[in-house]
Each structure stands twice: as C-alpha cells, then as structure tokens.
C-alpha cells in the first residue's frame, strides 16, 4: 500500500486521480458539477498524500546519479588512502634502488658494494649554488664520520655546463671533498625521484633509508650528524 501511489475515483468522471491531485481536478474538470470538494478527500487519505509528498521519490535517472556519485566517492577515497601519487621517487624506509654508476676518477661504483656500513648519498650539480654552500658542511661531516660511513655524491647535471669528469675533480679539489663522485646518470636522478639539488639520502646498513635532506641541511652538521647516528644505531 505505501508503495502504491494513493489515488481515488472522480465522482464525477469516474476517473481515478492521485489524492493530493483529486480536488484540482474537480475544480478545474467539472466545475459545474456541484462536487463538494471538503468530502473528496478523507482526513486520513489526506495524512497518506502529505507523508508520500513529504517522501523524496528517486527516478531511474535519479538512481543514475547517485551510482556515479558513489562511484566517483569510492575512487576519491581509494587515491585518499592508496595515494599513489605520495612521494614519488625514494621516501624513507624504502630500499634505495642499487645503480652502477661510472665514477668521475676511472672505473664504476656500485652502490651495493657498501652494505654493511651507513652510506650518505648525495645528489649534486657542480653549477649548484646550494651544492657548492653545502660542500664544506658535508667535508665536515665526512671528517667524523668517514671511519663508519660510506660517502658517494652522484652529479645530476640540472643547471649549467656540462658536467664532465674533469670538471666534478676540480668541483671536490676546490672544496675539499674527497670522497667518491659518480658522473651524471639521468636514469639514477629519475628512480631516485630527485628534482633538485642538493637532495641527500642517509642509509642503514642495510640500504633502507632513514631520512632524506632536500635543500640546505637546516642545522648544518647536526642535522647530518643526527640522521648519521641514526641509521649507525639501526
């Protein structure tokens, strides 16, 4: 009954007409009728008109939209929760990606090859000016820190000429940084997700990383220093 839309007989027409609708309809139809129109519709059958009319009616195109817009909301939640756009690139507790890469001196090094120890990695550019601000910082780290951590700088040639082997020596000679410097790889930049520099990784033992520092340490030293001990206690 509910589900039925509430209708009654015209008396005058014998037409069947929904209930809120039934006195329009005598008035407009059969005005000359003499239908007293309080008696067409019972106290009660007028509650049932008013609570359908007080109830929302979903149409077929009505249940199309609401279909979409749940599905739209199930996807928006989906990436909210998934997010697979977070952190592209190498974030912390990841394993960082191993490389080959050749070295600005002669042969390659292979960043596997320094399991076992902590390992800073650098991304630079020689035409960098924060590289070139960062590089006596990182010489002091590397001072108390180099018996226990691996240090490898890889060039990633964003700005500037290019960066050649001859030029990423004079880059370490100038600034005294000694350890190893890779030449520029872009396949290296892009797994490693970094899109400017300096942008550093610090590595556990085991090559998970346990922080990254985009730009300018913010404490010079100690923020390496603090990420350094860090992955020595890991």
């Known amino acids: 009954?509910?589900?039925?839309?509430?209708?009654?007989?015209?008396?005058?027409?014998g037409v069947?007409?929904?209930?809120?609708n039934l006195e329009k309809h005598v008035r407009?139809?059969?005005?000359h009728e003499g239908v007293d129109l309080a008696s067409l519709v019972t106290r009660e059958e007028r509650?049932?008109?008013q609570r359908r009319q007080a109830r929302p009616v979903v149409t077929r195109g009505g249940l199309k939209v609401v279909a979409v817009v749940a599905a739209i909301v199930l996807v928006v939640f989906a990436v909210v929760l998934l997010n697979p756009f977070r952190?592209?690139?190498?974030?912390?507790?990841?394993?960082?990606p191993d490389f080959s890469a050749e070295m600005s001196t002669s042969g390659s090094i292979t960043l596997s090859s320094y399991r076992g120890q902590p390992t800073l990695l650098e991304f630079m550019d020689v035409d960098c000016e924060y590289c070139v601000r960062e590089a006596?910082?990182?010489?002091?780290?590397?001072?108390?820190?180099?018996?226990?951590?691996?240090?490898?700088s890889v060039d990633a040639n964003f700005v500037g000429s290019p960066d050649t082997p001859s030029r990423i020596q004079d880059f370490k000679t100038?600034?005294?940084?000694?350890?190893?410097?890779?030449i520029p790889d872009p396949k290296v930049v892009s797994d490693y997700g970094v899109t400017g520099t300096p942008t550093t990784f610090i590595l556990d033992r085991n090559g998970v990383v346990v922080d990254v520092i985009r730009g300018l340490a913010p404490n010079g030293v100690s923020t390496y220093a603090s990420a350094l001990d860090?992955?020595?206690?890991v």
């Open 1 to 13: 009954m509910d589900g039925a839309v509430p209708s009654k007989k015209c008396p005058a027409c």
């Open 16 to 20: 069947s007409v929904k209930l809120e």
């Open 28 to 31: 407009n139809q059969h005005p």
């Open 47 to 49: 509650r049932v008109a």
């Open 87 to 96: 952190g592209t690139g190498v974030n912390i507790g990841d394993v960082a």
């Open 136 to 152: 006596p910082i990182l010489a002091a780290v590397y001072g108390n820190y180099s018996a226990r951590v691996h240090f490898l």
């Open 174 to 182: 100038t600034h005294g940084t000694p350890w190893v410097y890779a």
């Open 230 to 233: 860090k992955a020595l206690r």
